[in-house]
Nanobody, 123 residues
Framework: QVHLIESGGGLVQAGGSLRLSCAAS????????MGWFRQAPGKEREFVAV????????YYADSVKGRFTISRDNAKNTVYLQMNSLKPEDTAVYYC????????????????WGQGTQVTVSS
C-alpha cells in the first residue's frame, strides 16, 4: 500500500507562486516515479509533471513548462511542485500519484492517488 498526502495549496494572485508537497508512505511502490495531475471545474483530470524516483528525469505538460518545476527528496519520500507565474487557468485541484506502468501522461498509468489540494489563482 502507498499513501499520498498533498499539501501547500491555497489562494494566490496571478503572477504569484506556490509550492506543493506530496508525502509518500508505505512499504511497496514507495520508490516509484511520481506525478502531478490537476483537475479544474468541469474539466478532465490532466497531466502536469512527472519525475523519476531514482534518475530524476522530468517531463512537463506544455501548459506549465517553464513555469512549474517538479523535484523530490528521496530521503523524505516527498515530491514537490514549485509553481511560478501562476495564471487563473492554473486553478484546479492538484493531485499527486504513484506511477506504475505505461504512459506518463495518462491517469491510467498511475495506481495510487492523494486526496488533492486546492489551488486558486485570482485575476
Amino acid at each position: 500500500q502507498v499513501h499520498l498526502i498533498e499539501s501547500g495549496g491555497g489562494l494566490v494572485q496571478a503572477g504569484g507562486s506556490l509550492r506543493l508537497s506530496c508525502a509518500a508512505s508505505g512499504r511497496t511502490f514507495s520508490n516509484r516515479a511520481m506525478g502531478w495531475f490537476r483537475q479544474a471545474p468541469g474539466k478532465e483530470r490532466e497531466f502536469v509533471a512527472v519525475i523519476g524516483w531514482s534518475d530524476g528525469r522530468t517531463y512537463y505538460a506544455d501548459s506549465v513548462k517553464g513555469r512549474f518545476t517538479i523535484s523530490r527528496d528521496n530521503a523524505k519520500n516527498t515530491v514537490y511542485l514549485q509553481m511560478n507565474s501562476l495564471k487563473p487557468e492554473d486553478t484546479a485541484v492538484y493531485y499527486c500519484a504513484t506511477y506504475l506502468r505505461g504512459s506518463f501522461y495518462d491517469t491510467e498509468g498511475y495506481g495510487y492517488w492523494g486526496q488533492g489540494t486546492q489551488v486558486t489563482v485570482s485575476s
